[in-house]
Structure formats: C-alpha cells, structure tokens
C-alpha cells in the first residue's frame, strides 16, 4: 500500500474530488493547509516595493491505495487540479506498512 | 410648529439605527464572498459611509436638498452645512441632514455588491465619491428635494427608488464593467461564513424599521404604520423565498434571510402608503421574485456577485410598482391600482423606469472612465492572494 | 388623552429593541451548539420571528388583545387587525400591537432550546404555528388581555409568566417528547463558538432594557424605574452564578453571561413593582438558583439542551414569585409580602402554577401529536451529518 | 419644569445605547488578542459593566453625583440610591443616574487594553470596584457633579477627560506595572480575528451616538449638533488614518476603524460646544495624532497592548485642548481660542493635565498594591496556554 | 519507529485519548480533517433523491512510536473508537526513519 | 526523498521559516494541529487541584527533500525553534518514494 499526499488549491477540490470519483477512487482524507513552493509563494507588486505572500492556503488529499492504483491516481489529480499557473501543486508517494479498518478487524498489509 | 422633544428623540435614534445598517451591509456580503475577502468587504461598508459623511456635509446634502435648480439638482446653497440649523419644524434641520446622510452611507454600501472581491480600494474611494454625487445626490434631490418625481406626485416614502434602485441597477452596471471574478463559473464560489451574514442581516431588519418608519419624521401614527407593514413585509418574503428554494432543494439560511431583506426592500417605497395585509402580498411576490431574478443572473452567468441588483434593484423596481397599486388614501393620503388610480401607478412606474435608467447609465459610464484612467480592478494575482491581504495587508487568523 | 410623540417614539424603538433579542436568542444559542448546528439554531430564530409575525397580524393579535372570551382567550374581532387603528391613548393602537408581536416572537425563539441539533424543520414550522396559538396567545390574553389572571389581580410586568414560564416549561415539554441528543451523557457536546454566544447575550442585554422599560408603554418614572432594576438584576445574577461556579471550578464566561440572563429573566415581571435594592436580591438570587437548577438538570441526564427551562423556567417562577414578595406600592401600587401583603404573594404563586401546568401540559400533547404525524425528529443519519446541512443544505466554511 | 416624554424617550434608549458599548469594547479587543485570550477579553467587559454597575448603584453614583465635598468628591448621601427618584427636571433622576452608570462602565472596559492577555481574573475584579470608587468616581464629579474642574469652568460635553483620558492613562500605568506579555518584541501578536474587532467598532460607533448626544440630557437641538458632529469626526478620523498609513504600506482595516475611534474620542468633549466644520478637523488631526502616538508607543518597545492610551488617553487630550480651541458661544455658549479666547484653553489644559496626572498616578498605585498582594498577573504557563483556558476554563472550538 | 495515523469519529477523541492515557501512551499529535471512505460518504434521503454529503468531519491522530508499541496501540483505538457503524475511520501504519526532539538533541533512529 | 515533519510552537513558525529561507529551503506545507508529549501537556495548579491542559496548539511543517539536506534542515529547525522548555516539539522523517508536481509532468523517484 502506498500514500498518496496531494497537495492542490483549493478551488479545485471539487474537480479533483469528481474526476477520482468517476474511477472509482472515493476514500480519501482532506484537510486545509497553508503552504510555499520553490518559488517562494506569491508576489505582489506595491510601489516598487515586492512583498512575498508568503503562505498561501491549499488543500491537502491524503489518500491510502493499492501500489497498482498509484499512477492511475496520479494521472487523475495532474489532469484535474493543473492550471499550468504557478502553484498547481505537488504530489508526494509514500509507503504504508498496514491498514487496519476500525469498524471491523480488516487489516491489510503490503 | 417648533421643536417636539418626542419626534426629536425619535429621528436621533432612528439616524443612529440607520447608520447601523451600513456595517451591517458589510457584515451580510462579508459572510457571503470567500474567507480570503471578508475584510474587504466589511472595510468597504465603514469606509463608504466616512467617505459619503465628508461628501455629505460638504456639497452632498445642499445637492440633494439646497433650493431646486430646473427639477434636476439642488444648488450649493447649503455647502458646509451653511444655513442648517439646530431648530426647525419638529426636528432640527441639522437631524434632518444627517437623517438623510446615513441614507446615503447605506447606499454607496449596497453597490459594493457588484464589485465584490476584485475592487481597488483606491478605485472604490474614487468612484464612491463620485458616485454619490452623480448618481444618489440627484435621485435624493427628485424624489424628496423638490424635483421632478416629487413635483409629478411620485411617492417613495423611504427610498425604494433612491436607495435601492439606484445601488441595485448601479451594482449591475459595475459588475458589467468591472467583470466576472476570475474562475466564476469554473469552481464554487459559496458564502463561507453564513453565520455572519445572518449577524448581518438581523442589523439590517433592526435599522430598516428606523429607515422605514424614520422617514415619517415623526413619532406618530403614521410611523407605526411604516414601522407594521416593513416588519410584515419582511417576514412574508423570508417565507415565501424559503418556500420557493424549498420546492427545488434545502430552504438554506442564506435565502430565508434574503428574502427578508427582499421583503424590506419592497415595502420601503411604499410603507407610508399602504396597510399590513398589502404587506404580506407586497412582502410575499418580493421573495419571490427576487429569488427568481437570482436564479436568472445565475443562468445568464452573470457575476452582480452578491445579488443587489435581484433584490435591491428587482426588489426597489417591484416596490415602486406596488406602492403604485397598494397604496390607500386612508393611510397616506393617495389611492393606487386597486382603488382605480391608474394615473398613480403610472406615475410610479415612470418614476422608476427613469431611475433605472439614469442609475444604470450614469454609473456604467462612471466605472468606465475610471478603468480607463485608474483602473478599477486589481491584478489577478492580488485576486487570487484575496483582497484582505493584498488591498489591507491584513488576514482573518494571520 | 391624544397620542404622545415622546412615549410613542420610545415604544417605536423599543419594538425594535426587542425585535433585536430574537436574533440574540439564536447567536446566544447558536454559539452553545455544535458547529454542525449554529446555522440551524440561528435560522431557526429568524424563522420563528417570521411565522409569528403572520400569525400575529392575522389571528394571533386577536386572540390575546381581543374582547374577553370568559378570561381564557380574545375574541376574532380584531383579526387580520381589523380594528387596530393608527391612533390611540398615548401611542397608535398599531404600536402596540406590534410591540406585543414582537414578544410572542422571542418566546418562540427561546423555546427551540429543548429541540435543538435535533428538531425537522418542517416540523418545527408547524410546531411554532400552533405553539403560539394554542400556549403564548392564551397565556398573554390571560396577563395583558383581561383575561383571568389579570382579573386576579396577578402582576406580571413584562412577561416573566407569559413569555419565560411558558418557554421554560415547554422546552422542557418538548425535550421530554424529542429525546435526548444522539449520544448525549456518552460524549461532550461543549459550547463551540463561546464568542458567539458573548455576541448574543450582549443584544439580549441590550434588547431586555426595551423588552422591560417599553412595558411601561411611556417614556416616564416608571419606564426608568424598569430601566434601572434591569440592569442591576442583570449585573447581580452575572456575578452570583459566576460567583458559584468560581466554588466549583474556573469561572466560564458561559456561566457568567447566563446569570445575566437568568437575573433578567427573573426581574421582567417585578420590574415595574419592585426597587433597586430589591433587585440586587432577585438577580442574585436567579444567578445562584438557576445554576443550581442547570447543574440539576445535567444531574437528571435530561437533555433540555439550552437550559431554557433552567433559566427561563425556573427564573421566571422566581421571578413571579419575587415580585409577590418584593413589590413596593410607591413604586407600581402593589405591596408584596415582605410589606405583609400575604395575598398576593397566593396571587403570584397560583398564576405561575396554572402557568407552567399549562405550558407544559399543552406543549406536551401538541409535541406528541406532531411526533406522531409527521415526525418531530431527523433522522440517526441526518443528525449525525448535523442540521445545517441535513436542513439547510449549508454549512460554516462550506 | 417637569418630565418630558420626548427627552425621557431619548436618555432611556441612549442609556441602553451606550450600555452596548461595554461589550462593544470586548469584541472590538477580542479580535485583537490572540484567540486564545478572545473569551476572556469579551468576559471582563461584561464583568467590568456588572461590577461597576453593583459599584454605582451602592457607593458610585452619590460619590460622584452627591453633595460636593471640598470640590473633590461627592458625599455617601445618595447611597444606595437613596434619595433618587422616579421624576425630575426633564427626566427621572433615576434615569440620570443609570446614564451615568453606563458611561462608568464603558470606561472600566476600555481600562483592560493594558492588562490584556495577562490579568489574573479575580485581580481584575478587585482593581475594577477599586479603580472605578477611586479613579473614575472623582473625575466624574470633578467635571459633572460640581467639583472643582466644573467649579472652573473646564468644558467636557461627554467625558473625553472623564472616560477617556482616565482609562488610556489608567491603561498605560497598568501596563507599566504588569509588564509585557511574554514574547512582546519577540513574535508577532497581530490581530485574529480583525471581523470581530470591525463589528465591536460598528456597535461602538452606532453607541457612541448616544454617548455623545444622550450628553445633551434632552432631545433637542444641542444633541442634533452633538450627534451630527460625532459623526463627522468619526469619518475624518477614520480617513486621516487610513490615508497616513497608506502612505507607508496597505491600509489596514484595523487602522481605518481606530482611526474612527480616534476621532469618536476627540469630539467626545467638544461635541457640545463646536461646529460641524471644526469636526472635521479635530476628527482628521485625531487620526493622524493617534496614529503616530500608537507608532511611537511600539517604537519604545511599551506594550499597552490594545492601545488605550494612543488612542483614548491622547485622543482624550487632544479633544479636551480642540475644546479650547475650537468652541464657539453659538453653539455651547463659550468660545474658543479661535476666537480669542485664551482662558478657556488654559482651563482645557490645566484640567486635562490634572486629569491625566491623577489618573495615571492613582491606578498606578492601586496596580502595585494589588500586585505586591494578590499579584496581578497570571503564572507563565497560564499565559502561554492563554486567559479563557487557565481564567474560564473556556476556549473557542473546545 | 512507525508512524501510526488514526482517522476517527471527532466525537470519540476523548475516549480514545484516555484509553491511551491510561496505558501510558501520551505523545499525539492531533488536527481536524474531512473525509469520505469506500462508501462515498453518507447518503441523505430528501424526498426520493439522494443527497451525498461525501465529506465528514474526522478527527486525525499521528503518533511515532516505537515497533512493539504498533499493535496494542491499534487495539486500543480500535476498541476506544468503534461504534459499529460505517465511518468509524482507518489506522495506516508506515515508516519513520529518524526522531530528533527539538528541546534537547535527542534522537532515535530506527 | 524524504519528508520532514515538524512539530513546532506556533509562535516560532516566522523565525523557523525565515531562517530555512536564509539557507535557500522555500518549499513547505503547514497546518495547525494541538498535541501532547510525553510530559501529558500542561499542569496548571488550581487551589491545590492539578487541571492538565492536553492539546496544546502546535503548528506542523511538512518538507519533502533530498536526503542530503534532511540533516542542516534538522538542525536549522531545532536552532530557531528551541526555547529549552518543554513543549519545544520534535521532528520526524520518514520516507518517500516519489515526488510529482502538479503543473508539469516532472517526477522525482528517490
Ligand atoms: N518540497 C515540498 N515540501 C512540502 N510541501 C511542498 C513542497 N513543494 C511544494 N509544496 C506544497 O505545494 C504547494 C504548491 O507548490 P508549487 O506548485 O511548487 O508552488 P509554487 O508554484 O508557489 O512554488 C506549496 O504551497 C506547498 O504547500
Ligand atoms: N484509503 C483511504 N485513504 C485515506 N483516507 C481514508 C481512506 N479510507 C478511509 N479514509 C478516511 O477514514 C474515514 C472513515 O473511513 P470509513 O470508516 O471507511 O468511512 P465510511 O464508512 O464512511 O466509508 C474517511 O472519512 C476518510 O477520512
Ligand atoms: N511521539 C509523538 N507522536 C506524535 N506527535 C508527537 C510525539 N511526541 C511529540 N509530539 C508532538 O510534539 C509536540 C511537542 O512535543 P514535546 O516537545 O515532547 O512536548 P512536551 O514537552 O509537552 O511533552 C506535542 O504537542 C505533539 O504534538
């Protein structure tokens, strides 16, 4: 098992929500985040003067899928959350050891 | 008639109950816009009301209220209050100015509506001042200054025609100007604080009852009328818009509490001139009509962002109208529709047809010549970072 | 005598005063509830002022202020306000009628404690209908309309039997009839959005100083006699329910800002009766009493989840009850017991027995019958999700 | 002259005006704390009004308001209440006296800007009934109760040195003796929740109308100037300060709304005795000045955390010299130094500098004895897990 | 080290955390997050249509432990945590490779 | 790759984040979340009662980075965020398999 950390803006949340739906991947966990990227958040122009924005709030999927199912969902958010802008996003993989379920005693491991 | 302690008290807190209204303007859309511009939205409502009082105790109120010039515009006369009393006929002069200042305070505060979340503050500041005196100072001046409308017989007891018509049809003409905020359309763009906007909202049916029974100015039977029907009004368009939205899905918050405000937008013009049941109907067709006029600003993509034009715009438009087939000698005086006056009813329906059109006009070419010279809209970056931050420099939980 | 301009603009801005309190209920509740809740609990404030006010000026004013019907209720003479004209004693017959809706209005409100995160909202809408039909509009009739309890002799200033007692004892009635809150007593259901609820309690403040002072219906002595035990039962029972909290642990503002209710709920029938003296003993009294009834309730497991029976109920028995005591004829006419006046002491004690076992009794029957027919409660699934969405289709950062 | 409705009307709504004010102040400083100090910021201001008012009702008001003893101080013959009736000149005596209640409440509220975050509860209270008997008592006798400054002929309409000069110098000698909050300097403790702040400034704003005006004790045109004047002030103030930050970085809201506040402090005094023209000068030079006095308070590392004495101590002194300067014989009946009168600035300057002297002097005092006893500020660790947990037991989204 | 992240109904917080306490696990870290599982969320009936509201709020918590603490701690949240009914939550388990306080320059690898 | 995540005081969040930017480390996600150590929070003394205030407000960074600067990144956090008392926060890496960003196509795998 793999998770996957997708970190997106957060307007598009409902186009990446619809367009993993739609292949049939719903589990997911979400929550609001804050963050810069490389190129060190967002600038404004004010009087000459630059001034960093330098936390800008996204969201953040964290989903647990099958190793087969990681490049398929990969695909999914790229095609869903791109703008081609600045500050689309990124996408970490890491692996999971097990996942137990909690209503019932369904675990899985690897 | 000299001063009367009674109605003196009465427009002292109604002006107060009023001025109140302007923040609760800002507090209604700053629930309704993103989190990242509820600032803005809120700024905005205090600043366009510091910036309406200087203009107001300057030219404004001798603009709207000096002596006639050709039906159109009142003179200089008054500049700096010159002239304006502390006594007067029932109430001082100088109440009566500054009753009419925070009438003007809310106004400027409704437009914001149509440029919601991609404003200038600079361009706002500048069209506000200007606007204000383009627009509202000469619809003030016809309608309760000794122009036009008033010499026609056109009744608008509270400001349906002045207040609503005006920042409803103005917030259209910005928002075709100033366009849609970027990515309407693409992605949700739900109130996230509703909370607020029913804070907001509960201030505003508490000010209307000064604004409405207020315009009396006087403490008597006459404003109890005013003070009956706004808040029959008001709840039959909470009722009658939560039904409509009920029958195609959840009756939300948001459009109960729009519904009310439809309901006291409607009775505004009228709430001199007509009696309670009239209310429930005039209340009533307002929340649903506006909801309709929403549901088609929605399906024509339109971007007035935070519905002045459906519901003060539609809403002033219906009021005026109503008051022209409601209104009973036995309350004020003129007869409407239902009691055979047809002429009343034209009267009115002219009345707003050419403030429709002179709102609308005059401000669009407003908001152009300031994009043109100034620019009216920030940079999509700024947009997208939210105008509390890049026009405030300040964030909700920074 | 003719009207007033003095007492008619007090009365004006006290209606408006009061109108105000009914939003403060749902911010004062809504801030206690869970997050998934506050829309609801706020809308549900709006709505209840919205459905009483129709119901009032079509039946509702006719059936407490009509023509006596054996002391139980008014005739339909004045329905739809037939009748209710803009003139008057002292202020427009109008007025009044409107100041008295606006009381019915908040009760309702008051009363969604004991079905709150809980109740259908359809159902609630037919439940407020008949509530105000069947409980308020008779409990007023028979305090302000000339109905029995007036006849008696009974005192009840501004409503501490009318609008506390019958909200107290039938939320308590409705929470019986709805159950406890899904998981209730398992997991903590604490106050989220303290601040709102702050905000709340800041406008009933404010507003009860109309709601009690109006009820003079003058602006005179005795409105500021009203004025003043207000607030000093406010401030006395904020400090004494903080006071007896502080024994037990850390001082909640919650606690601090519901004694405050708790010392205005109890002086709102003894405020034209009583001293300010006496009224640093009710609120005191009401701040310690309607903690001890809250930590009682809680005890019981009972989930009247706002504690308006704790606070509105029990405050008003006692409040109904200190006015039998404390009463002083200097200042309302009447003596009450510590004057040695026995009887009327009997006099209070029987009007708020007959009081609480009619509201409860009746709000019972009516709950269980709505139960029964179209269901009072949402479903498992449907408060889980919480009812903003599951009703409104909204939510807080949606 | 006996009682008259209309002003009775009038003070009855203004008392309950300005009582919104108290809570006002709490969300006006709430949104500037951290959110883990939001609560009990909101808190004290209730307790601050519930301890003043028990305080006033007993001890405070003869203590101001009684028979002048040497020039100092009011004699205990109106203790608890005595002597203080129903009727009066105009209005009841009773409503005076919880007129003045509420301005006596209000202040000991705008006092916790220099304690907050930090305060121990139960020191708060006892510097609260200390600091109102022994600060705020005097000074309302001095200028309002006959004592010496009035025995002078020291001009303050609505207590710009009374209310605001005494809690923004009170506030900074608080400051100094509990010491910055921990990580003052070091991190930043910017506003949380600026929305909050923005609505405790519209209440503020919409009470101070009655703060201003109410002064006038009469409906009448002398509280038509007071109110149109206020508003005037508040405007300009809020646009200097809004313009002169501009000009160094975005304008923040929070500057724009103290800047409002400024220029309600400034006229407070002068808003009986000048012209809507000099209003907007003192308002626009208030904004500037307390703006710079706020730069210069950071600049010396002083952390009088909320900005109490920037903007209420110096905007207080600059309303009380502007009287002296701007006060014409038509209006209030004395004149100003613009028109030659020196002397009565003199009077302003001395009274404000006595004032100012007494105020700082005396809480600081009071401070150290609470502190060397009781301590006045909370543990470390409470500070750090913030007041509405280790003070109320309380946080927001428990 | 494993890191262990629990999603759990927010109302059952307190048990779990007190089950915990109770056998000596106190370090956590916790956060707010919405989420929907294989179910896509919970479904509403609204006069025959089905409403989804497909993403409810969860409560998360992470705590790095050690590799003999992994499976007492999983029984305890299951059992502090289950209602039997759908949405009760996941536990996933996965690496951690290095602990440093920040306090002190302790540090645990592995 | 790895991924650091950092549990800080939030109070420390601009010093932490300006001195990563000084050695060039922009890119980060952060979020607030409350948590216990081993200490079990904080004790406050109330007339002799012990009341333990177990979730304190923390603020979390997440950065996933090469391996070779998990170490100066570690070591940078922990100067400008350490106050020597308890509560400081800790740090954890763990780690990552892939790294997509969003806007192009770009991968990172180890
Ligand atoms: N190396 C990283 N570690 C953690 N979070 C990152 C990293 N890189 C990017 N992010 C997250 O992804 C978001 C978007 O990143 P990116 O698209 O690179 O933004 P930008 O275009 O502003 O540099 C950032 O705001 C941040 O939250
Ligand atoms: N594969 C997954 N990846 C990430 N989060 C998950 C996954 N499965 C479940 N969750 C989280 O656990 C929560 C509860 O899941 P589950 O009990 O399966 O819910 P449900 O019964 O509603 O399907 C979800 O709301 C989601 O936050
Ligand atoms: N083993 C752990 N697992 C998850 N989070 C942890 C762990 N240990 C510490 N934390 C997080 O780090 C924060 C600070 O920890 P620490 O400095 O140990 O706090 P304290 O001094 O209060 O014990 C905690 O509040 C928690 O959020």
Redesign the interface.
């Known amino acids: 098992m793999k998770k996957i950390n997708a970190i997106i803006r957060p307007e598009m949340l409902n186009d990446v929500k619809a367009a993993l739906a739609e292949q049939g991947y719903f589990a997911m966990t979400v929550y609001e985040v804050k963050g810069r990227g490389s190129q060190k958040g967002i600038c404004l122009q004010y009087r000459g003067k630059k001034i960093e924005v330098d936390m800008i709030p996204k969201m953040e999927i964290d989903m647990v899928v099958k190793d087969e199912d990681v490049r398929p969902i990969i695909d999914i958010i790229r095609r869903s959350a791109r703008t081609g802008k600045f500050g689309d996003g990124r996408i970490f993989v890491s692996p999971v050891e097990l996942v137990a379920a909690i209503r019932t005693d369904d675990e899985i491991t690897e | 008639m000299a001063?009367?302690?009674?109605?003196?008290?009465?427009i002292?807190?109604?002006?107060?109950?009023v001025?109140?209204m302007t923040?609760?303007v800002?507090?209604f859309y700053?629930g309704m816009v993103r989190?990242?511009n509820?600032?803005?939205m809120?700024?905005m409502s205090?600043?366009a009301?510091?910036?309406v009082?200087?203009q107001w105790?300057t030219a404004g109120y001798s603009l709207a209220f000096g002596p006639d010039i050709s039906g159109f515009i009142g003179s200089l006369e008054h500049f700096?209050?010159n002239g304006v009393?502390?006594?007067g006929e029932g109430?001082?002069d100088?109440?009566f100015?500054?009753f009419q200042?925070v009438f003007a305070g809310v106004t400027l505060a409704i437009l914001t509506s149509g440029v919601a979340e991609r404003i200038k503050?600079s361009s706002f500041i500048v069209l506000g001042v200007l606007w204000t005196t383009l627009v509202y100072d000469p619809l003030a001046h016809w309608a309760w200054g000794g122009g036009w409308a008033s010499q026609l017989g056109a009744l608008d007891f509270a400001g349906g025609t002045v207040v609503h018509i005006s920042s409803g049809f103005g917030a259209l003409a910005l928002a075709l100007v100033i366009g849609k905020r970027s990515?309407f359309g693409k992605?949700?763009m739900?109130?996230?604080?509703?909370?607020?906007t029913?804070?907001g909202?509960?201030l505003l049916?508490?000010g209307w009852?000064?604004f409405n029974?207020g315009s009396a100015l006087?403490?008597?039977?006459?404003?109890?009328?005013a003070?009956?029907v706004t808040?029959?009004s008001?709840?039959?368009g909470?009722?009658t818009w939560?039904l409509a939205s009920w029958a195609k899905?959840?009756?939300?918050?948001?459009g109960?509490?729009s519904g009310?405000v439809a309901g006291l937008v409607a009775i505004t013009p009228a709430c001199g001139f007509v009696?309670?049941?009239a209310a429930?109907v005039i209340g009533g067709i307002a929340g649903v009509l506006c909801y309709r006029m929403l549901l088609f600003r929605v399906k024509k993509g339109l971007d007035e962002s935070l519905d002045a034009w459906a519901i003060h715009g539609m809403g002033g438009l219906w009021g005026a109208l109503a008051t022209g087939i409601f209104a009973t000698a036995s309350?004020g005086g003129v007869n409407g529709l239902i009691y055979g006056n047809v002429h009343q009813f034209l009267i009115q329906a002219l009345d707003a047809g050419v403030a429709i059109s002179y709102a609308f006009v005059v401000t669009y070419i407003l908001a152009k010549v300031i994009d043109k010279t100034m620019g009216l809209r920030v940079?999509e970056?700024?947009e997208?970072?939210g105008l509390?931050?890049?026009?405030?420099?300040?964030?909700?939980?920074?």
């Open positions: 001063l009367d302690t009674g109605d003196t008290a009465f002292l807190i109604c002006t107060a109950m001025m109140l923040p609760g800002g507090l700053g989190n990242k509820v600032i803005s809120i700024a205090f600043i009301f510091a910036i009082t200087i105790v700096g209050l009393g502390l006594d109430i001082p100088m109440l100015m500054v200042l503050l990515g992605f949700s739900e109130a996230e604080n509703v909370t607020l029913l804070v909202g509960a049916w508490f009852f000064a029974s006087a403490a008597n039977g006459l404003a109890a009328n003070f009956v808040n029959i008001a709840a039959s909470a009722l939560m899905g959840k009756p939300s918050s948001l109960m509490v009310a009696g309670p049941m429930i309350i940079t970056t700024e997208y970072v509390d931050i890049s026009q405030h420099g300040e964030s909700m939980n920074a």
